[in-house]
């Protein structure tokens, strides 16, 4: 159920990336993500919450109930950008896999 969620995210992810601006098919990097943002804020927080609702629905990740949607959006591309300038390699991540990165690191579910 996880792996299929994952892909269904994934899919929409390379869909609204492909419409972001990315060419010829070839898959956007965190940079480029990251340099777009700047131009369409709104895409970007689409995009992210996209990624946060799928974890969420396929229980990858766990949001707190008091954090709204566009919160954990803005705080994932916040903690992105911050990544980024730490680890500068990071930039060149695949942005699905960045996205996944950040949202795993903020938002894992606890495990008992």
Known sequence: MKRFILTIAAAVLAVLTSSAG?????RQTL???LANCSGDQQ???MLTYNVIQA???GRYICVPRD???DQAAARQLDWLKQEVQNNPRFANEDLEDAQWTAAGKLWSCSRK
């Open 22 to 26: 990315s060419a010829g098919g070839e």
């Open 67 to 69: 954090v709204t949607l």
């Open 31 to 33: 940079s480029q993500f």
């Open 43 to 45: 895409n970007c927080t």
């Open 55 to 57: 974890g969420k629905s």
